[in-house]
T-cell receptor
Framework: EPEVTQTPSHQVTQMGQEVILRCVPI?????FYWYRQILGQKVEFLVS????????KSEIFDDQFSVERPDGSNFTLKIRSTKLEDSAMYFC??????????????FGAGSRLTVL | DAKTTQPNSMESNEEEPVHLPCNHS???????IHWYRQLPSQGPEYVIH???SNVNNRMASLAIAEDRKSSTLILHRATLRDAAVYYC???????????FGAGTRLFVKA
């Protein structure tokens, strides 16, 4: 069964450092997403991406965050200058298409980010 | 966005059916009802979705009330592996985001 792959599985970084989280979505999917989950809290939407541009973003997704699809397979989330509160599990997801409200997301296993 | 209300937690015995309720009284006519689950230390996983009619797949069944203001996810025979947080989500026609609430934590006893 096709899956969404995320790397690294765990990254530890110092506050103020830049971090890039990588995702390989399912190959025929067209819509890509990042979510985060702070330990013990709910899954929060960050951003969606389609046709090489951001289609929607949450208020969490401020200027510290950026996304990119540098080639035909990877989808990245960059955090420019990490803060302690960025420590969380980050999930990448992809979906085949936007068909009314029936859009189904496939999630990766997540990348755990720990900011010290 | 229309909201959903789910119990914080539920408990079930292994190999018994489980009915997970969800209220969504402000649902609009074109909102789809989606269910995802999150197993411990994993990403969310799609379970099932529907619009008006009841739906069945290999994982579960979805029963949707006639007025669409509530729905129930049915696991026909709970296993220990079904212990997870189950999220009931309304997926709007326009928009690119799927918004997760707090969900229902299901405990399954052997």
């Amino acid at each position: 069964e096709p899956e969404v792959t995320q790397t690294p599985s765990h990254q530890v970084t110092q506050m103020g450092q830049e971090v890039i989280l990588r995702c390989v979505p399912i190959s025929n999917h067209l819509y890509f997403y990042w979510y985060r989950q702070i330990l013990g809290q709910k899954v929060e939407f960050l951003v969606s991406f389609y046709n090489n541009e951001i289609s929607e973003k949450s208020e969490i997704f401020d200027d510290q965050f950026s996304v990119e699809r540098p080639d035909g397979s990877n989808f990245t989330l960059k955090i420019r200058s990490t803060k302690l509160e960025d420590s969380a599990m980050y999930f990448c997801a992809s979906s085949e298409r936007q068909v009314s409200g029936a859009n189904v997301l496939t999630f990766g296993a997540g990348s755990r980010l720990t900011v010290l | 966005d229309a909201k959903t209300t789910q119990p914080n937690s539920m408990e079930s015995n292994e190999e018994e059916p489980v009915h997970l309720p969800c209220n969504h009284s402000t649902i609009s006519g074109t909102d789809y009802i989606h269910w995802y689950r999150q197993l411990p230390s994993q990403g969310p996983e799609y379970v099932i979705h529907g619009l008006t009619s009841n739906v069945n797949n290999r994982m579960a069944s979805l029963a949707i009330a006639e007025d669409r203001k509530s729905s129930t996810l049915i696991l026909h025979r709970a296993t220990l592996r079904d212990a997870a947080v189950y999220y009931c989500i309304l997926r709007v026609v326009r928009g690119f985001k799927t918004i997760f609430g707090a969900g229902t934590r299901l405990f399954v006893k052997a």
